[in-house]
């Protein structure tokens, strides 16, 4: 079936204003991953989701972070007063089960720019 | 804490050649899982090949191949008879056989470019 899609695919904004960061997963994946992209910090790890619930969000980088995931399906990222440093490319995976064997397929991603 | 090091930023190969990219990782761990992924232009990221720690076979998908050291904590990848396709940024991942952390730990990555 269709992958990991993301939107939006890129998203401008102005310093102190929230965004919302879409993930549709592969139909059926019950595991859900949230990683971040930047040049200066590489492939960060953000959280993950079991069916609906998040079992470490130790990843989050502050408290204007946040995620939930309704339904077992789509994943909404939230970040409240963003910061110039928040610019980077989100990144969303999914994976059937959580098993570390099972492979993780990864979205396209959505490039945040604030400006 | 685990950490996954690629110590080559860029590469370059020519077309047809074969090329071995590095990676190198720190972990107490015995049981876990070893990954190289491939990010093009487009960002999507693609898995490459996968790698169980308990198996002392290296794994191979067609024209990509690891040479895995446990002892060493070594896991590079060799691409043989390079293709233009190739040119991406490959990253090598660690992931823990259990736990509560699920997540990928990544290298920074290599940036190969196949040149014709």
């Known amino acids: 079936g269709a992958g990991v899609s993301q939107s939006p695919s890129n998203k401008v904004t102005e310093k102190g204003k929230d965004v919302e960061l879409r993930c549709d997963p592969i139909?059926?994946?019950?595991?859900l991953y949230w990683y971040r992209q930047s040049l200066g910090q590489g492939l960060e790890f953000l959280i993950y989701?079991?069916?609906?619930?998040?079992?470490?969000k130790s990843g989050l980088p502050s408290d204007r972070f946040s995620a939930e995931r309704t339904g077992g399906s789509v994943s909404t990222l939230t970040i409240q007063r963003t910061q110039q440093e928040d610019s980077a490319v989100y990144l969303c995976?999914?994976?059937?089960?959580?098993?570390?064997?099972?492979?993780?397929?990864f979205g396209p991603g959505t490039r945040l720019t604030v400006l | 804490a685990q950490t996954v090091t690629q110590s080559q930023p860029e590469m370059s190969v020519q077309e047809a050649e074969t090329v071995t990219l590095s990676c190198t990782y720190d972990?107490?761990?015995?049981?876990?899982?070893l990954f190289w992924y491939k990010q093009p232009p487009s960002r999507q990221m693609i898995l490459v090949i996968r790698?169980?720690?308990?198996?002392?076979q290296n794994a191979t998908e067609n024209r990509f191949s690891v040479n895995f050291q446990k002892a060493a904590k070594s896991f590079s990848l060799k691409i043989s008879d390079s293709q233009l396709g190739d040119t991406a940024m490959y990253f090598c991942?660690?992931?823990?056989?259990?736990?509560?952390?699920?997540?990928?730990?990544f290298g920074k990555g290599t940036k190969l470019s196949v040149k014709p």
């Open positions: 991942a660690f992931r823990f056989h259990g736990g509560s952390q699920g997540n990928l730990i």
């Open positions: 972990t107490s761990e015995n049981n876990y899982y």
């Open positions: 790698q169980e720690a308990y198996k002392q």
């Open positions: 995976a999914s994976s059937l089960v959580w098993l570390a064997v099972d492979t993780q397929y």
């Open positions: 139909s059926g994946h019950t595991a």
């Open positions: 989701f079991q069916g609906n619930s998040a079992p470490d």
